[in-house]
């Protein structure tokens, strides 16, 4: 019977604690039931901190942005246009309207953009350079020819631009057109300007004569008078290579038969026209 009763208490021993131990367990958990709860509140208060520091940012960056744009030592009060010798600096610094503005707020494609529409002008750049100034590079459309109509005579460019009213005579290179119609800003017919200057290039040293003059007209295309006194018409920039081949070919044949001629017109492939 005593036997029983202890293997009882011995039983009842491994189902419950002591009191004393039981307390300890409880505080235990307290404890750390509460350094739960303080580590989850700061983790809440740092996730708020983080949240009003991302809203912040961009209020933060408009105010510099405000800042910035009314700053006075950013104002321009220096404008350089450099490039520019065909241009009248004045007129375009005054369309321009840079000064007093400030220096963040310039709209560099818009200058340029706006530069670009006179005729004179083929390509802009616009620096800023800290903490006043905007500097305007222009390059400038370059005369190569000059094309005269019954109207009068333009300047023109290796794309052929119209740059400026011209004097008729003058050290580069005449093309009579027929045809009026032309303006400054406007662009003569595609492909003459190219071909013009293949055949002063190519002419001397392919055929031993000299282009003098350039002719134009919608009809017959480019022809070239030489300094023999002949006539070669060229149209287009077509087969040019073909072309001149059998201009030099002629010239031979004529020269072999004393032939003489005052044109030969080079549009028809392998049948060129003599007169």
């Not at 017959?220 to 002949?230: A, E, N, P």
Request: charge should be positive; avoid cysteine; aromatic fraction near 6%.
């Amino acid at each position: 019977m005593q036997a029983k009763q202890g293997s009882r208490a011995y039983s009842l021993g491994q189902r419950r604690l002591p009191a004393a131990r039981r307390r300890s367990v409880r505080r235990k958990g307290e404890v750390t039931g509460y350094v739960h709860q303080l580590a989850a509140a700061l983790k809440t208060v740092a996730g708020a901190r983080r949240v009003l520091a991302v809203a912040a940012l961009p209020v933060v960056l408009l105010a510099v942005i405000v800042v910035a744009f009314n700053l006075p030592q950013l104002k321009v009060t220096q404008v350089e246009i450099v490039g520019g010798k065909a241009l009248d600096i004045n007129r375009a610094k005054a369309s321009l309207r840079l000064d007093g503005q400030n220096l963040l707020a310039i709209d560099a494609p818009i200058i340029e953009k706006m530069l670009r529409q006179q005729p004179a002008v083929k390509a802009v750049t616009v620096r800023r350079q800290w903490p006043n100034k905007v500097i305007v590079q222009v390059e400038e459309r370059r005369p190569v020819a000059i094309w005269q109509t019954p109207e009068g005579a333009f300047a023109v460019d290796e794309e052929g631009y119209v740059i400026s009213d011209a004097q008729a005579q003058g050290p580069l290179p005449a093309i009579v057109a027929q045809e009026g119609g032309l303006r400054v800003g406007s662009r003569v017919p595609q492909g003459v300007m190219g071909l013009s200057k293949e055949i002063i290039s190519r002419m001397p040293r392919e055929s031993g004569a000299q282009p003098r003059q350039f002719q134009y007209s919608t009809s017959l295309g480019l022809s070239v008078v030489t300094d023999q006194g002949w006539k070669a018409i060229f149209g287009d920039d077509r087969d040019l290579d073909f072309k001149m081949a059998t201009l030099a070919a002629v010239l031979r044949t004529a020269k072999e038969r004393k032939l003489a001629f005052q044109q030969v017109d080079l549009r028809f492939g392998e049948r060129p026209f003599l007169r």
